[in-house]
Nanobody
Framework: QVQLAESGGGLVQPGGCLRL?????????????MGWFRQASGKEREMVAR???????YYADSVKGRFTISRESAKNTVTLQMNSLRPEDTAVYYC??????????WGQGTQVTVSS
């Protein structure tokens, strides 16, 4: 069983920065992708960024050039550096680990609020 622990959410002014971290523990296979999703109030959950076991990175169009995902495989951690934050980035952010085989695991979510 895999557990994910997220940290780094909070309140920030527009144009500010936040860094989210997600640490995975438990029975983790060597091949998996990790990513960040978000869900704003009244909206569906959407992919923000993900990184594969091979290091390929994918971003939602709305965050390209502002957010950067990175991964430290030795520590089973993934981080999301969020710059130039906008009010529309306000959401609960969830970490997700997707193994090659088996069901994905979701974190508990961390609130990000961008407001002046």
């Amino acid at each position: 069983q895999v557990q994910l622990a997220e940290s780094g959410g909070g309140l920030v002014q527009p144009g500010g920065c936040l860094r989210l971290s997600c640490a995975a523990s438990g029975s983790i296979s060597s091949l998996y992708s990790m990513g960040w999703f978000r869900q704003a109030s009244g909206k569906e959950r959407e992919m923000v960024a993900r990184i594969t076991s091979g290091g390929s990175k994918y971003y939602a169009d709305s965050v390209k050039g502002r957010f950067t995902i990175s991964r430290e495989s030795a520590k089973n951690t993934v981080t999301l550096q969020m710059n130039s934050l906008r009010p529309e980035d306000t959401a609960v952010y969830y970490c997700k680990l997707t193994p090659v085989y088996g069901a994905p695991t979701w974190g508990q979510g961390t609130q990000v609020t961008v407001s002046s």
